[in-house]
DNA sequence: GAGTTTTGTGAAGGTTGTGTGACAGTTTTA
DNA sequence: TAAAACTGTCACACAACCTTCACAAAACTC
């Protein structure tokens, strides 16, 4: 059983953008543009849990909150808040209107998918994939550990979320670019030679104990797992 | 399904130059010369990804793509915006405005029939083709592999681009000259014999094992893949 | 078969891309 | 509050790779 979420966003750039990445990441993903588009929704398939942007036309995010919550047909639906920078001060009231987690924009994918990933632990543990598996290493997210030959490899934040992203997609290069673009955020402007160094510090800690290297790096290209 | 791209460009050398080399590469392709054109194309039949002069007459490539990204009626089509150097530092706002990528004049073909392929990839996964093959050879461009009798086969990046060159149209002849267009760009440039080179440098590497011989010299036309 | 044109290829030198230790600043932990 | 862990950047060294050249080999011409 996958998770079906419904993603409540006007700016259809980044719509599409969420969609491809959730469809990728293994949820069935749908798209309402706006408040009533979103209700109707959820009144024709009531989904595993929404994202859902505060400002929004016709009904705001936080009114589509209200209504849902009030409605005694639509169970409890888990809701993550996307919220501008600029409304961050309100985001009490968003939760006290019944929102899960409210995440502010603009913010790094894999950030989104964590905390989409937290809440659903929350609600529909049977629902979440907790571990990822690729040849003699497994990424297990609930307990934020990492095994290879069954011994534990200490890493820090920056290298668990690299590995993480690379198993996602075993053997799929990436380019510098797009690890900063997963990993930092399409905001942020972090130099291009850091990825190396992170990689580099994963490299070191995964190989630690004289076994072949777990990434590849593709000159001119980027970095990728060994999928082997 | 074969991608329809709408070119928007008003230098007339190069929109053909684009047109020829995207339906060679399996794209439906149509031209606009102005970005008043641009627009009715679009509304005429939505187009699966756009390239977009910066500097266009009646209405510039940045209008264009605001025009498109503010109307909700044009679903969010993926756009490549060419920028000459000059303009480079106004990258930000072609990516603020909503383009999804850019490429600056001038170019390489090869690069940007790559970046076409990763905004397509991101935007419409289903409609982008990731491998290449060709009679016991496979190239995979998400894992930049290549496999000849599914054993590995070890490249370096200019190798890796003409290999991918050749197969995008096997069997077809390609002169020196045509491959330093695609593989190192129009502006670069390099000693004809270069490309002698790299080709011997890719039949060995391909032919290691003594399998025959998978490139074809023409005498003085040019190279092509075996087609067999 | 001699002369001409075209191509194959080893070697040399230059260029680019990558790995990595060090460091100063920041955040987390104890 | 001090110590430990982590982060992002830089500079340097090294390895991989690129380009050119010269000469040898092959293919073609007559």
Partial sequence: MIPYVIVVEDEAALATLLQYNLEKEGYEVAIASDGEEALLMVSERVPDMMVLDWMLPKLSGIEVCRCLRADKSTPNIPIIMLTARSEEDERVRGLDTGADDYITKPFALSELLARIRAVLRRAKPSLIEESLHC??????????????????????????????????????????????????????????????????????????????????????????????
């Fill in 135 to 228: 040849g003699n290493m497994v990424l297990d997210r609930s307990t934020h550990k990492v095994l290879r030959h069954g011994k534990e490899v200490p890493l820090g934040p920056t290298e668990f979320r690299l590995l993480e992203h690379f198993m996602s997609q075993p053997g799929r290069v990436f380019s510098r670019t797009q690890l900063i673009d997963a990993i930092w955020g399409t905001e942020v402007d972090v130099e291009i030679r850091t990825v190396d160094v992170h990689v580099g510090r994963l490299r070191r800690a995964l190989n630690a104990g004289h076994q072949h290297d777990a990434i590849r790096t593709v000159r001119s290209a980027g970095y990728a797992l060994r999928a082997d």
